[in-house]
Each structure stands twice: as C-alpha cells, then as structure tokens.
C-alpha cells in the first residue's frame, strides 16, 4: 500500500475502483483502535483494542501474537508442567509475550525464574493488556534479560527444570528460528534429565505441514512429546528425556480451590475445572506422537519452512480443521499417557466415561469417542455409551450413533438426557413419530420440562424450524411436512413464563410468534416477535415474522421497515455462505456447498449468486434441484 496515493485512480481485477489511501487507513483505524504503536530494534509493536468488546490483540510486525481471548494458552505454558513435575526449581521463560506472568511465577514460590525477550518494545506493549487479563506490568521480582533465547541457553551455565518457549507467531522472522531441530537441541541441553520444555504452537494459524516439520524436529530431539489442548486454536507440546505420565490420583487434590493453591487458581484461568478435563486435553500419547510426527521431515535451521509458509492466503478455519484432523487421527490411546494408580477397573471406566463426556462437551467428538470406547472396553455403562452414541452422532455417522444410544437406554430407560439426546436425533432426521415418543418420555419422567416442550413444539413445526440455529436447513427445505401450529402452541405456552429456559433459548419465542402468526393471532404473533427481537435485534428471520404479522394487521408501511431491516442482515449473512460454498466446491466437497447454498437462500430466497451456484450442481446432484424448486416459491423480498 505504501506506493498509493490519493487520487483514486487505481482499480481493482474487477475495475472497481479502489479507495484512496487515505479514506482506507481511516477506515482501518474506525474499525480498530490503536492503543500502542512503535518500531523497535528487532520488530514492530501494536496493541490493537475491537471497538464494542474488551478483547485487545497484540501485533507484531503485522502478525497476531496474542489476544486477550488467548492468554489462557500463556497461563497454560506453566500450568501444565505442573501435572507431570511437581519440584520445579530453575525456570526459563521464552518470549515475554502479552506479559501474563506474573502470577504463573507466583505458582513455583521461591523458584529462580528468568525471561529472556530479544524486543524490548514487547514489555510496553504488554502493560496495555495489564487492565484487561491476569498479566501486570513488569514484576520486579522476576530477573527480565533482554536477549536471545538460543544464545541465553548455549551460553547457561546451569541445568533447568523447566523451558517455557513463548516466541510468539512462528511466522515471524525473528520467532521462526525457535522452532527448529538446532533450538530444541539447545534446550534439551540446557534442560536437567527430567527436565520439560512446555513449547506453545498456535495451530489454526499454521498449515498442516509446517506443523509437522515442527512437530517432528521437536520429536527427533526429545524421546517423549505430549501434545495438550490449551485453547480452541491453541497447544502446548511438553516434551522431555523422562516419561510424561499423569499420575490420576495425585492430579484430582491439584484442582481444589483454596487461596494457598494457586495451580488451582492457575488451571481455572486455562478453562480447566477438574482432573477429567484436564486429560480430555491430551491430544496423542507419546507412542503415537513420536509415530506421526517423526514420519515427516524435520524443521530445520538450513531448511526454515516456516517464514515461507503461506497460510495467510488460507483462512483459519481451513487450517484449523486440518489440523485437528491430522491430531484426531494419530491420538493412539491417550489413557495410556495416564498412570491410574490404585484404581479398580470398575472406577477406571467411570473416570474414561468423565473424561469422554467433557472431550464431547468441548467440541472433540472424536477424542471423546475413543475414551468412550475405552470405557466400555473396561465396563459398559450408560454414560459411556449415550457419551460415545453422540459423539459418534457429532461425527455423521448416524446408525453407530443411534446404535449406541439404544444400547445406552436399554441399560437405564429413564436416562433424560440420553431420551433428550435419541429424541433430537429422531427431530434433525425427520423421523417425528419417533421423536414425539422420545420426548413425551422425558414429559412422564419430567412433567413440562422446558427443553421437551421446546423440542416437541418443533415436532410440530419442522418448516419453522430452518429459522433455529443448529438446525439442518437443507433436510428442511426439502421436508413435506404439514405444520401443526395448534399442536405446538401447546407447548409453547409452557415456555413463555420460563425467563431462565428463554434466555438460553430465544428461539422458543420466535417459533411461537410464527405458530401464532399461522392461527391467526396477530396481537400475540406481534408480542412474541417483538419479546425476540430485544433479544435477539440482529436476526434476519425476526424481522421478516414481525415484518409479515404487521403488514397481515394491514400496516404495511411499519411492516415495509422490518422486511428492508430483515434484508439488510440478510444479505452479508447469504454472501458469506455462498464465499463458503464456493470455497467448498473448489475442494471438491459438493454436499458441503449445497447444504451452504440452502442456508444461504433460506435467508435470501433471492440470491442470485446462490441461485447460479445451485443451478451449476443440480446436474451431479440432485438436492440441489429440489432445494432450487422449493426455495423459487419462497418470497424474494
């Protein structure tokens, strides 16, 4: 951008024309604020605050190197280490980061605890996030040595307990090279035989290979890895020279929270709450690990990937996806990285079935899937099997899912969750005989239980039900189900003196709105909408139901505001799927873009770009006709 200037005249592939340099940066700083800017001796430095949020992302050389969302991956660097080394003594931390480290050296009590940081900007930068997270300025407690970390460890003169490496964005010229197989040699060096390096590795933001060149110079040097889920785009690898083994039994007291346990406190701050969460973080075993990683060529300082890497032109999503894969594939038997102690076989299962079922909670169907299957290698339970059914279900394999779940209610009839679960399934796959038997069970076991009425309402109003999030839009389209809006008010009702259920589920009142609107109850129709919409101000399809009850009511000039307000959300909503679905066509996953394809027109009926897409597909596949058919009928405006 540096060679821009002001006129205007440029254009774009497309010829439009692009905006002066000028009006783009003051668009840029509308849209962010900048709270700390400088350059430095080794790289440039900015701490960025989202308008409308408390988030604050630290910037360096035009790279995130960490957020306010984020700094649980920092507490999580020290907290971890913890687990497997109780006696840690001397420290070096790597990388000072947005600065939370404060109270992680207060964890190690009178530990020798040192910070090396090539750029002396970064402890400025980090007294911006001091307000906002666990970090504080710098504590003078703590020895800061402004230095390289390589050069620091080659030239130490003593062994250390722990390294924690928090180089930052592994992108960046000056941070690539602490992810190479010369550094981890320096550290194992440097590192006493039971020594651990916690190293931390942003994995949505790298592609799938330099992952692995990472992963497997860290594995060439050290015998025993352990990869751990810190945060949703982060991990943290410990590796060392000794076993990495969770002893189960000393790990629960870790979690008790008292104001003299600050691991305790520490490990809350990394969104970990007991010691069943804690191991539904363990990515791979060490076996396995070393298995994977070693089978791919290892980042080297002669042979540095990373700075060349070009995931910036992908998006962090893909990466993310990717790379979860890559580790749900090579996991192994992550209960063998666990020592279980004295624990009878009976009480292991029920541990696996707790560590399985909080995996699934957290988003990780298929390491909760493989704890499940231990579980009920051990012993069959319920819980393991309702846990292991939705995982099973979360992966789209249906008739496993349901299989479990059957096995899991012949074992305890009366389970609700596990009706709830079955019945929910029955409701996505349109099977609503099935479902009403579901949850009508749960109404015996529960009488007026706010979820089952919820979920029998939708029973009723399946074509409703594309307006809810979560559900499978495309099965919906092409649904020929009646609705029954006399049926499903009747569960409605229950709901709507249910603030607490309503909170967590605003979509109960639009549902309403729309099965009062069908029986002819406008005045009801145009209170349950407008009860959503204080809620909700943002949604497209509240705005259309209320647009539709008032011009029904004949006040079609207050109804012609909220359908150009539905439209307004619309469209960037549409747009965005028809970017994914396109994005999906180009990597040949064409079930993907269509079930895209019919949220987008679910949204936007009128869509051309949605339309063309469709029309291109419906030659090799034949939904995205009948999804063109049923959505032409659809008002466009």
């Given at each position: 951008?540096?060679?821009?200037?002001?006129?205007?005249?440029?254009?774009?592939?497309?010829?439009?024309?692009?905006?002066?340099?000028?009006?783009?940066?003051?668009?840029?700083?509308?849209?962010?604020?900048?709270?700390?800017?400088?350059?430095?001796?080794?790289?440039?430095?900015?701490?960025?605050?989202?308008?409308?949020?408390?988030?604050?992302?630290?910037?360096?050389?035009?790279?995130?190197?960490?957020?306010?969302?984020?700094?649980?991956?920092?507490?999580?660097?020290?907290?971890?280490?913890?687990?497997?080394?109780?006696?840690?003594?001397?420290?070096?931390?790597?990388?000072?980061?947005?600065?939370?480290?404060?109270?992680?050296?207060?964890?190690?009590?009178?530990?020798?605890?040192?910070?090396?940081?090539?750029?002396?900007?970064?402890?400025?930068?980090?007294?911006?996030?001091?307000?906002?997270?666990?970090?504080?300025?710098?504590?003078?407690?703590?020895?800061?040595?402004?230095?390289?970390?390589?050069?620091?460890?080659?030239?130490?003169?003593?062994?250390?307990d722990l390294i924690v490496c928090n180089s930052g964005n592994p992108q960046k010229g000056i941070a690539c090279n602490s992810y190479t197989s010369e550094f981890f040699s320096a550290c194992r060096q440097s590192l006493k035989s039971d020594g651990v390096l916690s190293l931390k590795l942003p994995y949505?933001?790298?592609?799938?290979?330099?992952?692995?060149?990472?992963?497997?110079?860290?594995?060439?040097?050290?015998?025993?890895?352990?990869?751990?889920?810190?945060?949703?785009?982060?991990?943290?690898?410990?590796?060392?020279?000794?076993?990495?083994?969770?002893?189960?039994?000393?790990?629960?007291?870790?979690?008790?929270?008292?104001?003299?346990?600050?691991?305790?406190?520490?490990?809350?701050?990394?969104?970990?709450?007991?010691?069943?969460?804690?191991?539904?973080?363990?990515?791979?075993?060490?076996?396995?690990?070393?298995?994977?990683?070693?089978?791919?060529?290892?980042?080297?300082?002669?042979?540095?990937?990373?700075?060349?890497?070009?995931?910036?032109?992908?998006?962090?999503?893909?990466?993310?996806?990717?790379?979860?894969?890559?580790?749900?594939?090579?996991?192994?038997?992550?209960?063998?990285?666990?020592?279980?102690?004295?624990?009878?076989?009976?009480?292991?299962?029920?541990?696996?079935?707790?560590?399985?079922?909080?995996?699934?909670?957290?988003?990780?169907?298929?390491?909760?899937?493989?704890?499940?299957?231990?579980?009920?290698?051990?012993?069959?339970?319920?819980?393991?099997?309702?846990?292991?059914?939705?995982?099973?279900?979360?992966?789209?394999?249906?008739?496993?899912?349901?299989?479990?779940?059957?096995?899991?209610?012949?074992?305890?009839?009366?389970?609700?969750?596990?009706?709830?679960?079955?019945?929910?399934?029955?409701?996505?796959?349109?099977?609503?005989?099935?479902?009403?038997?579901?949850?009508?069970?749960?109404?015996?076991?529960?009488?007026?239980?706010?979820?089952?009425?919820?979920?029998?309402?939708?029973?009723?109003?399946?074509?409703?039900?594309?307006?809810?999030?979560?559900?499978?839009?495309?099965?919906?389209?092409?649904?020929?189900?009646?609705?029954?809006?006399?049926?499903?008010?009747?569960y409605l009702r229950v709901l709507l003196s249910e603030k607490a259920f309503l909170g967590s589920h605003p979509e109960a009142l639009l549902l309403a709105a729309v099965a009062s609107f069908q029986t002819d109850d406008l005045v009801q129709a145009e209170k349950l909408s407008r009860s959503y919409l204080?809620?909700?101000?943002?949604?497209?399809?509240?705005?259309?139901?209320?647009?539709?009850?008032?011009?029904?009511?004949?006040?079609?000039?207050?109804?012609?505001?909220?359908?150009?307000?539905?439209?307004?959300?619309?469209?960037?909503?549409?747009?965005?799927?028809?970017?994914?679905?396109?994005?999906?066509?180009?990597?040949?996953?064409?079930?993907?873009?269509?079930?895209?394809?019919?949220?987008?027109?679910?949204?936007?009926?009128?869509?051309?770009?949605?339309?063309?897409?469709?029309?291109?597909?419906?030659?090799?596949?034949?939904?995205?006709?009948?999804?063109?058919?049923?959505?032409?009928?659809?008002?466009?405006?």
């Open positions: 951008m540096s060679g821009q200037s002001g006129s205007g005249d440029s254009h774009s592939a497309d010829n439009t024309p692009l905006p002066p340099f000028a009006l783009w940066q003051k668009e840029l700083h509308q849209a962010r604020h900048l709270i700390f800017f400088a350059d430095g001796v080794c790289s440039s430095k900015a701490v960025i605050g989202l308008p409308g949020s408390n988030n604050h992302l630290l910037v360096s050389d035009g790279l995130k190197e960490a957020s306010t969302r984020d700094l649980s991956s920092q507490v999580a660097l020290f907290s971890f280490p913890l687990a497997f080394r109780r006696h840690i003594q001397e420290i070096v931390a790597i990388g000072w980061g947005a600065g939370a480290f404060s109270d992680n050296a207060a964890m190690f009590g009178q530990s020798s605890f040192t910070c090396l940081e090539i750029e002396p900007l970064s402890f400025d930068a980090a007294r911006a996030f001091r307000n906002v997270d666990c970090s504080r300025a710098v504590d003078c407690r703590l020895p800061v040595e402004v230095s390289d970390g390589r050069r620091y460890l080659l030239s130490c003169h003593k062994l250390l949505a933001e790298m592609s799938s290979g330099s992952l692995l060149r990472v992963l497997s110079a860290l594995a060439s040097v050290f015998p025993y890895c352990l990869p751990l889920q810190s945060t949703a785009s982060d991990i943290v690898v410990l590796a060392s020279d000794k076993p990495l083994l969770v002893d189960y039994q000393s790990l629960r007291p870790l979690f008790v929270k008292s104001s003299s346990n600050r691991l305790a406190i520490q490990l809350t701050h990394s969104g970990i709450i007991d010691a069943e969460d804690f191991l539904c973080r363990i990515l791979a075993e060490p076996e396995s690990f070393s298995k994977f990683a070693l089978a791919h060529s290892p980042n080297t300082d002669d042979c540095n990937c990373l700075e060349y890497d070009l995931t910036k032109a992908r998006t962090s999503s893909d990466l993310h996806r990717g790379n979860k894969n890559l580790f749900d594939e090579s996991s192994g038997k992550p209960w063998q990285a666990v020592n279980w102690g004295s624990l009878d076989q009976q009480s292991q299962a029920a541990a696996m079935a707790a560590v399985a079922a909080r995996a699934v909670a957290e988003g990780a169907p298929q390491r909760g899937f493989i704890w499940a299957q231990r579980s009920c290698a051990l012993r069959r339970s319920a819980t393991a099997l309702a846990t292991a059914g939705v995982a099973a279900l979360d992966l789209g394999d249906k008739i496993k899912g349901l299989t479990f779940l059957h096995e899991a209610l012949a074992l305890s009839p009366g389970d609700v969750v596990t009706l709830e679960t079955r019945g929910i399934f029955y409701l996505n796959s349109l099977n609503l005989e099935a479902a009403r038997q579901d949850f009508a069970s749960v109404l015996a076991l529960k009488k007026d239980d706010p979820f089952a009425c919820y979920c029998m309402a939708q029973t009723y109003m399946t074509q409703a039900r594309q307006m809810l999030p979560g559900a499978d839009v495309l099965a919906l389209v092409c649904s020929d189900d009646v609705p029954q809006p006399k049926e499903a008010l009747k204080s809620l909700e101000p943002f949604s497209p399809f509240g705005w259309r139901t209320l647009g539709a009850t008032l011009d029904a009511s004949g006040r079609s000039c207050e109804a012609a505001v909220c359908w150009d307000r539905s439209m307004q959300l619309a469209v960037p909503l549409s747009n965005d799927l028809v970017a994914r679905a396109a994005q999906a066509l180009s990597g040949k996953r064409a079930a993907e873009a269509v079930l895209y394809l019919s949220r987008s027109l679910t949204l936007l009926p009128g869509n051309p770009e949605a339309r063309s897409l469709l029309e291109s597909l419906s030659a090799i596949d034949p939904r995205a006709k009948r999804v063109l058919e049923l959505t032409s009928r659809l008002p466009s405006r």
